[in-house]
């Protein structure tokens, strides 16, 4: 099979040149050990896919794409929203494009044959995509906890035993007629994110493994800006990462009065406005300043000054 040349370890080492990330939208991504061990655990196990949990903007989207990059896999995103069904990831079917072809093709015999094969009006989801995939195929599931309560339940057949039935398609079996079934041809390599919206029912939760993103500490800011924005001066990022550090660790502080907290991927937004400036004055703005705050702060009735206090002074 053409996935047995593919490596099957993720390291979080290759990442994508810049001339990639302009053409294709990728990003350095720069993974915990800890999380590499989850996803090689999700590789190897198959049958497991990886739940993934942490703040908003802590990359949990962004990983699928990630691993995709490094094995060289296909990749398949579904973004969740409220109305989401789960078969809405295995495959649609247009009934009413159906009915209006059937009404416009009574006279015509090419529209008619059109219209007597319903595989003309169904369409594969990214999870159908997948399983037909003699490749084995990266799946982002993301934001899970959008959907409602049903909707893990419902997808439990098709992560377990990686395999559905279209109904709407019936096939000859010794004399009996049953539902098309699609069977995935290579198991799919399968992340799902939640932002914790809602708790996800016991019987999914089996099924998958689990990874908590935890913040990065300073060394792992550093090398995250470092990925991005390569040519930087090293004090540049450093009075960045430490003024960044001292707003968020103000706002852990204030947790049970503030909403979000600055995440990286806000900090790579604003760092990408910072560098903008030359290095002088970007280091002058960084002292005892939050230059451009509107890029990191989201609630109006906070005030930077206070999260930007040395914790010395605190103790005073």
Known sequence: MVDSVIPRVYTGEKQPSPEECELDGLEPYIPSPELVEAVNLTIFL???????????????????????????????SWYIQSTTKAKDGCYTYDAIARLHDAQLARLDEQKLSKVDNLWNYIKLGPLGRAFENSQRTVVLIDEIDKADLDFPNDLLQALDEKRFTIPEIKVK??????????????????????????????????????????????SELVNIINAHFPKTASKVVAAAVTSFRLLRSGMERDSGRIGKKVS????????????????????????????FADVLLKSRWQDYREYLRAPQEEEK
């Open 46 to 76: 198959k049958k497991r896919p990886l739940l993934l949990k942490g703040e908003p903007g802590s990359g949990k989207t962004r990983l699928a794409r990630a691993v995709a990059y490094e094995l060289g896999l296909p990749y398949e």
């Open 264 to 291: 990286t991927s806000e900090l790579i937004d604003w760092f990408t406005i910072l560098r903008q400036y030359p290095e002088d004055q970007v280091l002058a703005e960084l002292q005892g300043k939050l230059p």
């Open 173 to 218: 079996e010794k004399e009996a007629e049953k539902e098309y079934e699609i069977k995935a041809k290579e198991p799919p390599i399968i992340f799902i994110t939640s932002n914790d919206e809602k708790d996800l029912p016991d019987a999914f939760l089996r099924r998958c493994l689990f990874h908590y993103i935890e913040f990065p500490d300073e």
